[in-house]
């Protein structure tokens, strides 16, 4: 069972960074870690994510400006955001996947530990 909670969400203006963290209880059994993210109104959204072998994928809204990374302990996952823009807003979500399906397009992961949430407000 992995806990997660994240922090660092806050309230900037357009142009500005942000640095989101999540702190988990033990990153031990999970494929790939990503965080998400949801506006009000809108579906949640994968925005960035890496894997064990620290390969990383990133949401082409993103691509550029945020960087996903984990501390050398890798109990802490990262997401540096730069260049902040107003379709930015919303509640991030990190996630673990401890379940993987190889299929012939590729890996699929399922999430099936998250976050409780940290608000990130663009103005």
């Known amino acids: 069972h992995v806990q997660l909670v994240e922090s660092g969400g806050a309230s900037v203006q357009a142009g500005g960074s942000l640095k989101l963290s999540c702190v988990a209880s033990?990153?031990?059994?999970?494929?790939?870690i990503a965080w998400f993210r949801q506006a009000p109104g809108k579906e949640r959204e994968e925005v960035a994510s890496?894997?064990?072998?620290?390969?990383?994928t990133y949401a082409d809204f993103v691509k550029g400006r945020f960087t996903i990374s984990q501390d050398s302990t890798r109990n802490t996952l990262y997401l540096q955001m730069n260049n902040l823009k107003l379709e930015d807003t919303g509640m991030y979500y990190c996630a673990a996947a401890t379940l993987a399906k190889v299929t012939p397009t590729g890996t699929k992961y399922t999430y099936d530990f998250w976050g409780q949430g940290t608000q990130v407000t663009v103005s």
């Open positions: 890496i894997e064990n072998d620290d390969s990383t």
């Open positions: 033990d990153y031990t059994g999970t494929y790939c």
